[in-house]
Nanobody, 125 residues
């Protein structure tokens, strides 16, 4: 599966952005999807994940209550709605896919075999 992330940009603190991850090449509903981010000088970290059906989600504690992950399998697209953005949310955001129709989702980077290019999110104070 090929993934294309979009929707990043520059926003003031407290603002919102919605990232999209368009999938192609394989049946999107066969994959769990995750969002990860990488700030300058730091390692890539888990943000949120959703299972193949959308019934199960999990979030990093730093974004819980502010970010919402969702997916539309009919449109082969996943989303990350980001509200109440903070300067510390500034990073390159990546979407990734993990093959398998499992009920639970994983936060481990190593479980995700397919990655899109990143989209830059910059939050100004």
């Amino acid at each position: 599966v090929q993934l294309q992330a979009s929707g990043g940009g520059l926003v003031q603190a407290g603002g919102s952005l919605r990232l999209s991850c368009a999938a192609s090449g394989r049946t999107f509903s066969n994959y769990a999807m995750g969002w990860f981010r990488q700030a300058p000088g730091k390692g890539r970290e888990f943000v949120a994940a959703i299972n193949w059906s959308g019934e199960a989600t999990t979030y990093a504690s730093s974004v819980k209550g502010r970010f919402t992950i969702s997916r539309d399998n009919a449109e082969n697209t996943g989303y990350l709605q980001m509200n109440s953005l903070k300067p510390e949310d500034t990073a390159v955001y990546f979407c990734a896919a993990d093959f398998g129709k499992r009920r639970i989702v994983t936060t481990a980077i190593s479980n995700y075999s397919y990655w899109g290019q990143g989209t830059q999110v910059t939050v100004s104070s």
